[in-house]
């Protein structure tokens, strides 16, 4: 390392790669946040992907994003504005400048910043020689000439050398945030196993960018993050999607049952799908359905079969599956609908997160067809929140809807892996064989859940199917008083798991002058805007809502500590609508953002401070 350069720590820093679709972002993102993690260092990422498939090279509809927020402290928020920008071609560099903080390195390939390129992106100038960047440090590195320079001795293939030089940004990044190579090099070693040639390429050019930026005097300063002090265990970096498989792998080992998924891919829930057609090992049945209503009655079928029954999918396909969700609301039999929200309505945004399902969650349906309805806050929540949406519907023989979204799916945090131990029991209503007083729809008194007799199960033969049953025989019913009693035991039913999950907690005092209410995705960033008001002095808490339906039974309790509510939500205004459905009294405002985008600890704090101010 040159003695000339300065070594800057910091507690916490937001790194952002962009580029054309092709020019491999995410696996760049993904390594350097690979990396971090293995430093010790607490993250957050925040993959961004184009809407469109296969846009125009150079177009801003192409740009694909890749954002790591990391620190030394525990991270919250997938960030604001960045430290570091790399952006590969004209057009990334034209949809993220927004997103540096001023003074922020800018590092690009200057290769293809041509006057075509440029006017293609819609710059009238060279943005490199305009001077419109002077507000940032500018890195304009020709890394596609550097590339080739590096690695003409291997005489590959032109197309392969320069798909390569994101290896090159990924070494001029490591090296600015102080961390080895090791781990990018076991991942390409590992990833091109069977083919050394492109090993070798990939690990020349990631070398020679780390070379390049230790002895450009470009990056005179370097930054220095220490590692993050937390809890001791085993530790790795997971994306949302793969920690709700995983969670619902747990449920499912704890309640000693199979687990089925059957579900359709669609963007961006497949992952799902696709982590769990990995666990045939762990005894996991996954069927990829022609669609999505074939999915869930495939889920529905396996539940009335004995198994930890999911099915998987995002808001129009829950729209497709609205029907069978009725069916398993009738036949009061446990299932999972985990349901990884995106920009709607229609096909809307399907790379895009939202939280935009809330209302159809609670009441797409038709008929009388209560839910218990759940969300998860983070990718490591979406862990948890599987787990437990698995461990309610089974134990009170309901189907129950996750909501995660697109953000939490595609993004990923430092997990800590639970022992099996540290959960909780399942213990799902089995029925006795040969149980002489079995009746298919006796309930039990407090929880009014019936049992769940299997088929084969030894003498407990019964009817089951979407039209109405006898109260406690469960033959077919068209009396209407018998209709309407199991409509309420229904609805009784999902009320009464109130008792079983937690209170709502509070961060900050039970009374003041602003409570700030969030769901879902929204918890960090809200919180980070909320300790900061505190930290200032202001009279205002936060109420993070994980259960939805049914909400906490503490709710009126803590609504009624303040002044003023305000609901943050990333979409128009679907959970305010539901706590005025259910406590009216209130004075409500709302902040929303409808872009496909997470709130920014900034625009919280402008808008918390001007309510404070009124």
């Not at 993690?37 to 469109?52: G, I, Q, V």
């Not at 090993?199 to 020679?208: D, G, H, P, R």
């Not at 029954?309 to 609301?329: D, F, N, Q, R």
Request: glycine share 8%; net charge neutral; with cysteine.
């Amino acid at each position: 390392m040159s003695e000339t350069k300065n070594v800057l720590v910091a507690e916490d820093v937001v790194v952002k790669f962009v580029g054309d679709s092709g020019d491999g972002m995410q696996l760049t993102g993904t390594l350097f946040s690979d990396t971090v993690a293995y430093d010790h260092n607490d993250l957050t990422t925040f993959p961004d992907y184009p809407a469109e498939i296969r846009a125009p090279q150079n177009t801003i509809a192409g740009v694909s994003g890749f954002q790591v927020h990391f620190g030394s402290k525990k991270i919250l928020t997938f960030g604001d504005l960045c430290q570091t920008l790399v952006a590969m071609n004209p057009a990334s560099l034209k949809a993220n400048l927004k997103w540096a903080e001023k003074g922020a390195y800018i590092i690009v390939d200057a290769d293809l910043f041509t006057d075509a390129y440029n006017e293609k992106a819609g710059y009238k100038t060279n943005p490199l020689t305009d001077g419109s960047l002077s507000e940032y440090k500018l890195a304009a590195v020709p890394m596609i000439s550097l590339t080739k320079e590096a690695v003409k001795h291997l005489e590959m293939d032109n197309k392969s050398v320069i798909k390569s030089k994101n290896m090159f940004s990924l070494g001029i990044c490591l090296y600015l945030y102080s961390k080895t190579l090791d781990h990018a090099i076991k991942h390409i070693d590992s990833k091109f196993a069977k083919k050394p040639q492109l090993a070798e390429l990939n690990k020349t050019v990631l070398k020679a960018g780390y070379e390049y930026a230790e002895k450009s005097p470009i990056f005179d300063t370097i930054f220095q993050v220490n590692a993050a002090d937390v809890e001791k265990g085993n530790y790795r970096n997971i994306h949302g999607n793969q920690a709700t498989a995983w969670g619902l792998i747990a449920a499912a080992e704890k309640a000693k049952l199979q687990l089925f998924l059957g579900s359709y891919p669609i963007t961006p829930a497949t992952e799902i799908l696709m982590e769990l057609a990995k666990h045939k090992s762990l005894g996991v049945k996954v069927i990829q359905y022609e669609d999505e209503i074939a999915g869930i009655c495939g889920a529905i079928g396996a539940s009335f079969a004995g198994s930890l029954a999911c099915t998987t999918t995002s808001g129009p396909g829950l729209s497709l599956k609205s029907e069978a969700m009725g069916l398993a609301v009738i036949t009061e039999l446990p299932l999972v609908i985990v349901n990884v929200q995106r920009g709607g309505p229609s096909t809307g945004l399907p790379t895009k997160s939202e939280q935009s399902d809330l209302m159809q969650a609670l009441f797409g349906r038709n008929g009388e067809a209560p839910m218990v309805v759940i969300s998860s806050s983070s990718p490591v929540d979406c862990f948890y929140k599987a787990f437990f949406a698995a461990k309610i519907a089974l134990e009170h023989m309901v189907p129950v809807i996750l909501l995660t979204e697109g953000a939490l799916g595609f993004g990923s945090e430092l997990f800590r892996i639970p022992k099996m131990s540290e959960l909780p029991e399942i213990n799902p209503p089995m029925a006795t064989p040969n149980d002489p007083d079995f009746k298919p729809y006796r309930r039990d008194p407090e929880t009014l859940v019936r049992q769940w007799a299997t088929p084969g199960t030894e003498g407990l033969r019964h009817r089951i199917g979407g039209l109405e049953k006898e109260d406690i025989i469960g033959n077919v019913s068209t009396d209407p008083l018998n209709h309407e009693k199991m409509t309420y035991y229904r609805a009784e039913k999902v009320a009464r798991v109130v008792k079983k999950i937690p209170d709502q907690e509070l961060y900050g005092d039970a009374t003041g002058d602003l409570l700030i209410v969030s769901w879902g995705s929204t918890q960090g960033s809200v919180y980070s805007a909320v300790r900061k008001l505190r930290e200032d002095g202001y009279k205002v808490s936060q109420a993070h809502f994980s259960y939805l339906n049914p909400l906490p039974k503490n709710t009126e309790e803590v609504l009624s500590g303040f002044k003023h509510i305000c609901v943050c939500e990333l979409n128009s205004g679907q959970l305010v609508n539901w706590l005025k459905m259910n406590f009216n009294k209130h004075d409500y405002s709302q902040y929303n953002k409808v872009q496909g985008l997470p709130f920014l600890k900034s625009e919280l704090l402008a808008h918390f401070t001007n309510l404070l101010k009124k």
